[in-house]
C-alpha cells in the first residue's frame, strides 16, 4: 500500500494513527477484490447460460439432449441412445437419420491415429472446454469420422465415431460432436 493513501487516511483520523489508516486502506482494497472477483464470476457465468443450453432442454431445431452417463450430447429429435457390453471400458452408440456413432470411453479408447493426412483433415478442436482432435476423411464414404478427447477425467479418454458416411451424415456428425458436454 502506498504511503500516500495512507497518508490520506491518517489526515482524516483526529489521533493520526497510523497504522488505523494502513488498516482501513487495506480492508477497502480486500472488498474491492472480492467486488472484482464477484463480477468475474458472475460475467462467466452469464456467458455459460446464453452460450450453452440448459441440462434438459432442447437445442437447435428441436434437438434433445441424450445422456451417456459419463457425457452427453445432443442430436436430432428420434436418436436414440443404446450402451453395449465392453471389456476393459464404457462402450455404446447413438444412433438416428441411419448414422450410427459408436463410442469408447476409458484409458484403452482409440486416439484416430490411423486417420492421417492427406487421406483425412485432422483439426485439434475445444469441445466443452475439452482439447479434442476431430478427424474425417476428404472422401466421403470412405473412413472414419470422429472425435478424440485424450483426456476427460483423470486418464479417461473419449472416441466417438462413425464410419463411411456420406458427406451430409459426415457434417451432422460433426455437429453432433461439436455438443458433447461432460458432467
Wanted: net charge positive; charged share 25%; hydrophobic share 40%.
Amino acid at each position: 500500500m502506498g504511503l500516500l493513501r495512507a497518508s490520506v487516511y491518517q489526515a482524516r483520523l483526529p489521533s493520526g494513527n497510523l497504522q488505523a489508516a494502513k488498516s482501513m486502506a487495506y480492508t477497502r482494497v480486500q472488498r474491492l477484490k472480492v467486488n472484482q472477483l464477484a463480477l468475474l464470476v458472475l460475467n462467466a457465468t452469464l456467458l455459460l447460460a446464453v452460450g450453452l443450453p440448459a441440462r434438459g432442454k432442447t437445442l437447435d431445431d428441436g434437438w434433445l439432449k441424450l445422456e451417456a452417463g459419463a457425457f452427453s450430447l445432443y442430436a436430432p429429435s428420434g436418436w436414440e441412445f443404446h450402451k453395449k457390453q465392453g471389456v476393459d471400458s464404457y462402450v455404446g452408440e447413438f444412433s438416428g437419420d441411419g448414422i450410427v456413432l459408436k463410442f469408447d470411453y476409458g484409458r484403452y479408447s482409440s486416439d484416430l491415429r490411423d486417420a492421417v493426412e492427406p487421406k483425412y483433415v485432422v483439426s485439434q478442436e475445444k469441445v466443452d472446454g475439452h482439447k479434442s482432435k476431430i478427424v474425417y476423411p476428404r472422401a466421403s464414404g470412405h473412413g472414419i469420422t470422429g472425435i478424440y478427447f485424450s483426456k476427460v477425467v483423470g486418464s479417461d479418454k473419449l472416441c466417438l465415431w462413425g464410419q463411411d458416411l456420406t458427406e451430409s451424415q459426415r457434417e451432422l456428425a460433426l455437429k453432433v460432436f461439436r455438443t458433447i458436454r461432460f458432467p
